[in-house]
């Protein structure tokens, strides 16, 4: 079973990277033989695609960061906490 699992692993592993770096050629490819509007459709979708993420890892991040907060106030600063 775990033979199993390894082989799979390594056969997606080494059928990813040949199929990642066909879409980066062809976007590269379209992107240099576009035109002005392209380009700038092109820029303004990475941001679309880009800003979401951001944004949803700051709020998680603020969020952790204030109920480590409230884990202090209620237990103390942490230095007797019984172990």
Do not use: H
């Amino acid at each position: 079973m775990l033979r199993l699992l390894r082989l799979t692993i390594a056969g997606v592993m080494a059928t990813a990277v040949p199929a990642m770096a066909q879409g980066c050629a062809q976007c590269y490819t379209q992107a240099a033989s576009a035109g002005d509007r392209f380009v700038q459709a092109l820029r303004s979708g990475i941001l679309v695609l880009i800003f979401p993420p951001l944004l949803m890892s700051v709020a998680v991040a603020v969020l952790a960061y204030k109920k480590r907060n409230q884990f202090r106030e209620e237990y103390g600063d942490g230095d007797n906490l019984g172990w």
